[in-house]
């Protein structure tokens, strides 16, 4: 077995990352923007979109007129964010550590699964405890997160696809008893079958139980779960398991 780096997000989510999957779905982005405009009202203060990506959330933030702030750890990803034709309010920093004043934000958005990531899970607790510290106390956040047990028990072991003239091979498993899902990226010259990189992602899989307690630990009351962007029920089928709550 490869060894794993500890902090595998700092090189995957670059230029490897942007060349694999170079258009995540703006209509998803959309109807996860309309379920927090829905489902929270929509916010008349600050937003803070945690672990931004390459902005799309962002970009539908300011469609609505609302005010939004974008955070995230990769300079590839901010760099596709801000080359889009918003300007954008862009800034690089740890979601461990937000560089941001207490009581900063009305809002604070974590969507598509930028949560888990860490190798200790004090360190997801921490992530949620700054969340805490930079609401207003009246403020709210969203956590989109995935299925735990849907993942667990519809676990794909291996595929592979061609993708501009490589070859990716993609391997999964289950790790510490089944409470982390681990992928492993391979990347393959399709001509001579030569790697030429290969990457991780790993997320701890927090049932929804495990979630809400977190949450509350933190100092944030869950009110509302979905199982998907429409605003369908959550429930052990549905593929996500998205949260709304406020500040305590």
């Known amino acids: 077995m490869t060894q794993r780096p500890p902090e595998w997000y700092r090189d995957w989510f670059g230029e490897e990352y942007l060349a694999l999957y170079p258009h995540r779905d703006e209509e998803e982005a959309r109807a996860a923007v309309d379920l927090v405009c829905q489902g929270c009202a929509p916010p008349d ?13 962002m970009l539908e933030f300011e469609r609505r007129g609302l005010k939004v702030i974008g955070l995230d750890l990769s300079a590839p990803l901010l760099k596709q964010a801000n080359d ?7 800034v690089r920093g740890d979601m461990r550590h ?5 009581g900063t934000f ?13 190798a200790d899970p004090e360190e997801d607790a921490r992530v949620l405890s700054e969340i805490r510290r930079v609401l207003l106390p009246d403020g709210c956040f969203a956590l989109d997160f995935l299925n735990a047990e849907r993942v667990r028990a519809g676990l794909v072991e291996g595929d592979e696809r061609l993708h501009d003239g490589r070859r990716v091979v993609q391997k999964r498993r ?3 008893n089944g409470n982390v899902v681990v992928k492993e990226i391979h990347i393959f010259e399709a001509n ?3 790697q030429v990189g290969i990457y991780y992602e790993r997320v701890r899989l927090y049932t929804p139980a495990e979630l809400e307690a977190m949450l509350r630990d933190a100092g944030l009351e869950p009110e509302r779960s979905f199982g998907d962007y429409s605003g369908a029920p959550a429930g052990p089928e549905a593929p996500r398991f998205i949260l709304f709550g406020h500040a305590v």
């Open 174 to 176: 289950l790790e510490e």
């Open 192 to 194: 001579d079958d030569r």
């Open 45 to 57: 203060g600050l937003i803070l979109d945690l672990a931004c990506g390459a902005g799309r959330h």
């Open 98 to 102: 937000l560089p941001f004043a207490d």
């Open 84 to 90: 889009s034709k918003s300007d954008l309010r862009l």
């Open 106 to 118: 009305q809002f604070v958005a974590n969507f598509f699964t930028s949560f888990g990531y860490f």
